[in-house]
């Protein structure tokens, strides 16, 4: 079994949005930027994407994890369509959300929070995006969902 590819996550969120099946608020604090939360099975996702019209430019999701040192964690998932690559849109993508959700979390009095992902150890392209977002450094482990190497990455955001 594969790892878990957000690009899946990226075709069905970008069918449902040209089906009109799902309603998009724009960022707080990057109005270039548009959020839609939902809660399958059962746990919070909250999905952030940039457009071009009505098409998805890059993608990224945030679902709850387990509590990191007492305080809630999110793991991070992100893509690209193959068109807009190379372009340093999940980067951008990735520091901005990571804003809004800090943001929005501040509202709710929630001042400390933790964002891990976990990256095939093969993926380069993502491996990059991970150190630039959340931190140089990753553990190396095998995922427990493939049974693949992967990259552990971990920030607190405070």
């Known amino acids: 079994m594969p790892m878990t590819d957000p690009t899946d996550a990226l075709v069905s969120f970008q069918q449902a949005l040209t089906a009109g ?13 548009y ?6 099975n059962g746990e919070l996702r909250l999905t952030y ?10 993608l990224v999701l945030f679902v709850n994890s387990d509590p990191l040192d007492g305080a809630p964690c999110f793991n991070l998932g ?31 009095g929630i001042t400390k929070f933790s964002v891990e992902a976990i990256i095939d150890a093969s993926n380069v392209p993502s491996q990059r995006v991970a150190e630039h977002a959340l931190s140089a450094t990753a553990t190396p482990i095998t995922d427990s969902v493939s049974g693949l190497p992967a990259l552990h990455y971990v920030k607190t955001i405070t």
Not at 49 to 58: E, S
Not at 79 to 97: C, E, I, S, T, Y
């Open 21 to 33: 099946q799902i309603t998009l608020v724009r960022g707080e604090l990057d109005k270039n930027i």
């Open 35 to 40: 959020v839609h939360s939902d809660r399958p």
């Open 49 to 58: 994407a940039t457009l071009n019209g009505k098409v998805v430019t890059a």
């Open 78 to 108: 992100y893509a690209v369509p193959d068109a807009f690559r190379n372009q340093g849109r999940a980067k951008a993508l990735v520091l901005a959300a990571i804003a809004e959700l800090r943001n929005g979390l501040s509202r709710n």
